[in-house]
């Protein structure tokens, strides 16, 4: 009888904790596997009900592509109590397909975080924090904490207007200013992470904010170079996560 390996644990641990729901491809770099081998595990959790399946088809290009999620047994494996599956299915079933491959950028960066560095918190965009730190103004489309380091994480897709990334990166900089980040996040220091589409929107939006604690990286960038790489654009400066070591394996 074929028996769950620590892989499929650390998946399951994944989408319980920080992503809602993940691509093959994601979910791919989690199990460290092949194309072809990820695809026969997946399979197998299926047809087991450890995983769900949700199908995107708002266009061509997306039109059977699947996010999968945690299914009945899935749920339950990783201490979730049953009454609630319902509720977290609909939650997944029911979000707008425009809002699917921002949010699975999101992922992405969260991943990357998760995989390859040493993560102690991850507070995403949907928690009720945001809501409660009323004088913020912002809501971030996450925050981690890593070993000695922290930031706020903004995905940008190139589909907003630069005045309206100005005035969100305003709002974070009087924020921090004000005082209201030390009182949220009282051992950690302030760091906005950026990450954009290319080299030269990443020179247009650095025209538009007045700080240095506001780092910018291409997304490919980021996704493809070890969390400590010398890859982001500042104010004043060039800069690395130092306070990420490489993960030993």
Known sequence: MRQLQTRHI?????????????TRRQIERVFTLPTNSTNKELVWLLAEKYLGRRYRADTFGHFQTPVYYLGTL???IVGNP????????LRIQRRAEHQMDHRLSIYDVFLKFILDGEVKRIIDSEDSLWQEAINFGNIPDGWIQFNNGAAF?????????PIVLRNKFEKYIKFEGSGGYRALFPECAFKVLVFTTTEERIE???????????????????L???LNHAHWFALRGFYALSAVPKKEV
Do not use: A, N, P
Request: aromatic share 14%; proline share 0%.
């Open 204 to 222: 247009s939006l650095e025209q538009i904010t007045t700080s240095d604690d506001i780092w910018f990286c291409t997304m490919g960038e980021f």
């Open 10 to 22: 650390s998946l399951f641990r994944i989408l319980r904790d920080h992503c809602l729901f993940l």
């Open 153 to 161: 994480i903004e995905v940008d897709r190139d589909t907003e207007r």
């Open 224 to 226: 493809r170079e070890q």
């Open 74 to 76: 899935g749920w339950h």
């Open 82 to 89: 049953m009454d609630d599956y319902k509720e977290y299915r």
